[in-house]
């Protein structure tokens, strides 16, 4: 079972930019589909952005395209989550996943085995 660490959140200005990591340890990562959520106070968790083993991004929630991107490097055994042109409502605790399936991609939370601990981003106005 791959075991996810997440880092890279912050507080940033409205318009600004994060870059979030997420370090993924067992041999089998580079075989599993990866994707990052996110979950605001009050609100249930959502799926923000997948992407396929080989890196080939398969979703992203319509509230973040053209601003987010998500990304691999299986030599490295990380995935990234670039934010860009933030917005306030971006605010929540962003969690790395991984599918509970090789070579399958997440579309769902039921498609997750592994979760990182999460790394909160707060965007203010």
């Known amino acids: 079972q791959v075991q996810l660490v997440d880092s890279g959140g912050g507080l940033v200005q409205a318009g600004g930019s994060l870059r979030l990591s997420c370090a993924a340890s067992?041999?089998?990562?580079?075989?599993?589909?990866m994707a990052w959520f996110r979950q605001a106070p009050g609100k249930e968790r959502e799926l923000v952005a997948a992407?396929?083993?080989?890196?080939?991004?398969?979703f992203y929630a319509d509230s973040v395209k053209g601003r987010f991107s998500i990304s691999r490097d299986n030599t490295k055994n990380l995935v990234y989550l670039q934010m860009n042109s933030l917005k306030p409502e971006d605010t929540a605790v962003y969690y790395c996943?991984?599918?509970?399936?090789?070579?399958?991609?997440?579309?769902?939370?039921?498609?997750?085995?592994?979760w990182g601990q999460g790394t909160q981003v707060t965007v203010s106005s």
């Open positions: 996943a991984a599918s509970s399936k090789l070579y399958t991609s997440i579309t769902t939370t039921l498609n997750v085995a592994s």
């Open positions: 992407l396929t083993w080989s890196g080939r991004p398969t």
């Open positions: 067992g041999r089998t990562f580079s075989a599993y589909g």
